[in-house]
């Protein structure tokens, strides 16, 4: 896998914060001294966690024995003896910040994950972080339903979705250089955005990386637009990070607005719990398909050509 995958928004890892995360089942120390920093978050004596330990300048110091690493990871103070410390390191591994997320580098992805949300740096969008949020099944089931209208109805009634407006009508959908993109979606939703004014909304979406959603909906010049990233904690367990980026509404507390999507992971948070399997199947004879579901059919066949070995069967 060649992916920048979302750790943590920035702003939860203040300067001398340092916790423990879990990517791909793996078990991974983030931290800021100065600088960001991600380690291996067992220690190679016996296994003590890293992340239940302290930093003491600079350092992580690991709650079993005491023994101390640098945020490069090299270990350097043993407290029980007086001999040097053995040239040993824990696993470093690549981190960044943009899009005010902490993101980890997982094989050699060459892309540059600012490009997915334009509106960030978009003085006419104000912007609201929503999460973080963790889904009880694995990252590709939660990046369909993402991208998956017909559940608006019966998951999201009142909010996102109208039983009297079932029917999903005919969209485009394409596959290319730019992963997934599907358009045209025409949706009847009762309370788009938390504003309780309901009104017909033209969905876009994006799935620019596996593990990464964008839409745009729009009713003439408003603009209500979400960025996710979706990191597979392990095979059925994943981090959801979000943003809203909205021209309109600047006057309204974004308590209400992140309470109403707080409200629509809730729900969306509880189908997915229960659905099984909690690996994709990318055989589409599998599951059953019909038409509303063109954007996951073109999802299933991106990632089997990709490759991709997570959470998929
Ligand atoms: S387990 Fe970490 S110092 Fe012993
Ligand atoms: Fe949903």
Not at 227 to 249: G, H, Q
Request: proline share 6%; hydrophobic share 35%; glycine share 6%.
């Amino acid at each position: 896998m060649d992916e920048w995958l979302a750790i943590a928004f920035s702003d939860q890892l203040k300067e001398g914060d340092f916790r423990g995360v879990e990517v791909l089942g793996k078990e991974i120390l983030i931290g800021r001294s100065r600088e960001i920093f991600a380690l291996d978050n067992r220690c190679p004596h016996r296994g003590g966690k890293l992340s239940s330990g302290r930093m003491k300048d600079a350092r992580i110091v690991c709650p079993y024995h005491g023994w101390e690493y640098d945020i490069n990871g090299r270990l350097s103070i043993i407290p029980s003896t007086r001999l040097k410390p053995p040239g040993i390191s824990l696993r470093r591994y690549e981190i960044k910040e943009s899009l005010g997320i902490i993101w980890i580098k997982i094989g050699n992805p060459i892309y540059d994950v600012s490009s997915f949300f334009p509106e960030y740096t978009n003085s006419n969008f104000r912007k609201i972080s929503c999460g973080p949020y963790i889904f009880k099944n694995s990252a590709p089931r939660v990046v369909e339903n993402l991208i998956d209208v017909s559940h608006f109805p019966y998951v999201h009634s009142g909010l996102l979705g109208d039983l009297r407006f079932t029917e999903v009508p005919d969209y485009d959908v394409q596959l290319g250089k730019e992963g997934v993109i599907a358009d045209n979606i025409k949706v009847w939703q009762p309370n788009p955005d938390g504003l309780i004014q309901g009104k017909w909304v033209t969905y876009k979406y994006k799935v620019p990386r596996p593990f990464l959603v964008y839409f745009s909906k729009n009713d003439s010049s408003k603009i209500f637009s979400m960025f996710f990233s979706v990191t597979p904690i392990s095979e059925d367990e994943s981090l959801v990070l979000a943003f809203i980026a909205m021209n309109y509404a600047y006057d309204v507390p974004e308590e209400k607005i992140r309470g109403f999507e707080d409200e629509v992971m809730k729900q969306d948070m509880k189908v997915l719990e229960d659905e099984e399997p909690k690996y994709l199947p990318l055989d589409l004879k599998k599951e059953i398909h019909c038409p509303a579901d063109k954007a996951s059919i073109y999802y299933r066949t991106w990632l089997k050509e990709l490759g991709i070995d997570c959470c998929v069967k």
